[in-house]
């Protein structure tokens, strides 16, 4: 079974810009959540998604949006983008929300660099 | 929401020494407590959980204690190996419609050969 999968590896972008990061699930997890990586800071969660729907949101400004597809793929979107945005992005998948009944799969992640 | 804890941010063992890492939760409704394990350049993965209502859960070396009352868990990983060496996260959350996991900042564990 193929693992959940993040494109693209790597990014360079400059401040003002916009990007957008992609993730496809495990097959059959319905369940995506993305989070930011950053030294010292841990986990930090952005947004989940299930079944096409928005259902939990960390404390980001509104210039991190997601949305998820009908095949569970999903995408997440960083607008007039900031240096301190540079971090690792994760994306998770599971076959139900939260986390709790089955565990999170990580992607390898997205690694952004704001210039 | 939650608050979870963690410490210490980075801890140095012997190979074949023990190795403690402690969180706290703030949310007494939580009631699941994953632990992951993410290798330098690889995903974070689940390496053990615990939910609320046993006290101790093992896995051949690592194990996993909850404290309800004092709301805090531990990771035990005994007899350290340096494959062991990594960064740690603990979450807690509950299973609840609107569930989430929280996590802690992480723990950077190096053993030592």
């Known amino acids: 079974k193929a693992g959940v999968t993040q494109t693209p590896r790597y990014l360079i972008k400059t401040r003002g810009q916009q990007v957008t990061l992609s993730c496809s699930p495990i097959s059959g997890h319905r369940s995506v959540s993305w989070y930011q990586q950053t030294p010292g800071q841990g986990l930090q969660f952005l947004f989940e998604y299930f079944s096409e729907t928005q259902r939990n949101k960390g404390n980001f400004p509104g210039r991190f949006s997601g949305r998820q597809f009908s095949n569970s793929r999903s995408e997440m979107n960083v607008s007039t983008l900031e240096l301190g945005d540079s971090a690792l992005y994760l994306c998770?998948?599971?076959?139900?929300?939260?986390?709790?009944?089955?565990?999170?799969?990580f992607g390898n992640g997205t690694r952004l660099t704001v210039t | 929401g939650e608050n979870v804890e963690q410490h210490p941010s980075t801890l140095s063992v012997q190979e074949g020494d023990s190795a403690v890492i402690k969180c706290t939760y703030s949310?007494?409704?939580?009631?699941?407590f994953p632990w992951y394990k993410q290798e330098l350049g690889k995903r974070p993965q689940l390496i053990i959980d615990?939910?609320?209502?046993?006290g101790e859960k093992k896995d051949q070396r690592i194990a996993v204690t909850l404290n309800k009352t004092a709301k805090h868990f531990s990771l035990h990983i005994t007899e350290t190996q340096p494959e062991d060496s990594a960064v740690y996260f603990c979450?807690?959350?509950?299973?609840?419609?609107?569930?989430?996991?929280?996590f802690g900042r992480g723990t950077q564990l190096t053993v030592w050969p």
């Open positions: 998770a998948s599971s076959l139900d929300p939260g986390g709790h009944n089955s565990p999170l799969h």
């Open positions: 949310d007494s409704a939580s009631n699941y």
């Open positions: 979450a807690a959350g509950r299973g609840s419609t609107l569930g989430r996991l929280y």
């Open positions: 615990i939910r609320s209502n046993v």
